[in-house]
């Protein structure tokens, strides 16, 4: 099943998606919606389906969850850390070792719904940043415990400049407003059996144009998105209704940083199409 939200009455309002129709499920969001079916020990489908006006409405998708809080993972693909340890002035081997050697993943704060938008809105640049780009990311939203409720896309927007400067500065590098991306649905797991294999690709479009396009298949993902979470939950009560990003295999180089105007588009079959602009934050 898809999940998401729309605006109905107004209102942000859960729904489920039906062939590109939205049957909204009166006065819930997302949240309530994850809420009530761990309340009541339903699957969240189950729970929706039950829920949801009967006739499916032509409706723009928004953010199809506001998080308690979003989370990240890092050098998860092979092209993360070896692009990294090629481009940052680190000691040798310091992203490989994460991607390589180390049993802990490297996991990060990325923010709440504070910093978070949803297809169409406008995603950060900062104005102390020459270099930003994009990082297409498979995203999950967890139930309590670090159950997984479903899939979604993820744009982990980074000032790379900042991050490449020193390792200390990542937090200014990835947590700002409107970092992060999330939509356009989510894809509950009995629908989305295999994560491990999609193929997701990535476009930057200026002025309509190409002038970037990137694939990765989540086969290459190195580690099972099971452990990333058990890592994450470890002394850490991670709120019902947040999100985990679970890292990029898709890396944008510096000639292709984003400016303002540039609309970024990122795809993954099973979930749909998340596309958003650029914009200088403040
Ligand atoms: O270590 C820096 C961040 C890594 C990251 O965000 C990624 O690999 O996706
Ligand atoms: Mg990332």
Known sequence: ????????????????????????????????????????????????????????????????????????????????AAFRDAEHNTREGFYAYVFNAAHRPESFFKGTARVCVGPGQPIGIRPDSRFTAPEPELAVVMGSGGTVLGYTLANDVSAWDIEKENPLYLPQSKVYNACCSLGPVIVTPDELTNPYGLDMTCEIRRNGEVMYSGAVNTSKLSRKIESLVEYLFRANAIPTGSVLCTGTGIIVKEENALAPGDVVTITVPEIGELSNPATIVN
């Open 1 to 80: 099943m898809k999940l998401g939200q729309v605006i109905w009455n107004g209102r942000i309002t859960a729904a489920i998606w039906e062939n590109g129709s939205a049957r909204p499920i009166p006065d819930t969001t997302m949240q309530d919606l994850i809420r009530r079916a761990e309340l009541e020990k339903l699957a969240l489908g189950e729970l929706a389906q039950r829920q949801a006006s009967k006739h499916g409405q032509k409706l723009m998708p928004v953010i199809p969850i506001h998080p308690r809080e979003v989370w990240a993972c890092g050098c998860t693909y092979e092209m993360s």
